[in-house]
Nanobody, 119 residues
Framework: QVQLVESGGGSVQPGGSLRLSCAAS????????MGWYRQSPGKQRELVAA???????NYADSVKGRFTISRDNAKNTLYLQINSLKPEDTAVYYC?????????????WGQGTQVTVSS
């Protein structure tokens, strides 16, 4: 059974920091491209940051320089370090795992963790 379990969300003041974690089980974690998405009320889910199986990273323009995605394949865990938080970063943050083979696509989601930024 595949599980992606996010943790680390919470309520912080603007300018604060959080570190989100996503613990994966039931998949060959090192073989999956991983990503963090977020969704706020009334908006579509958007890709925030992604990391390939070899560690290449990509970020949404709105978070460049503030967010850092990383992975620890030995711990089957994905991280998102979030600094200089802004109210517009308020959203539910989701972990995603993707893998493509000749035969099928694999696409898994976590349940999300809430990040709220307010003064």
């Amino acid at each position: 059974q595949v599980q992606l379990v996010e943790s680390g969300g919470g309520s912080v003041q603007p300018g604060g920091s959080l570190r989100l974690s996503c613990a994966a089980s039931g998949i060959g974690f090192s073989g999956y491209a991983m990503g963090w998405y977020r969704q706020s009320p009334g908006k579509q889910r958007e890709l925030v940051a992604a990391i390939t199986i070899v560690g290449n990273t990509n970020y949404a323009d709105s978070v460049k320089g503030r967010f850092t995605i990383s992975r620890d394949n030995a711990k089957n865990t994905l991280y998102l370090q979030i600094n200089s938080l802004k109210p517009e970063d308020t959203a539910v943050y989701y972990c995603n795992a993707q893998r493509s083979t000749v035969w099928r696509e694999y696409d898994y989601w976590g349940q999300g963790t809430q990040v709220t930024v307010s003064s």
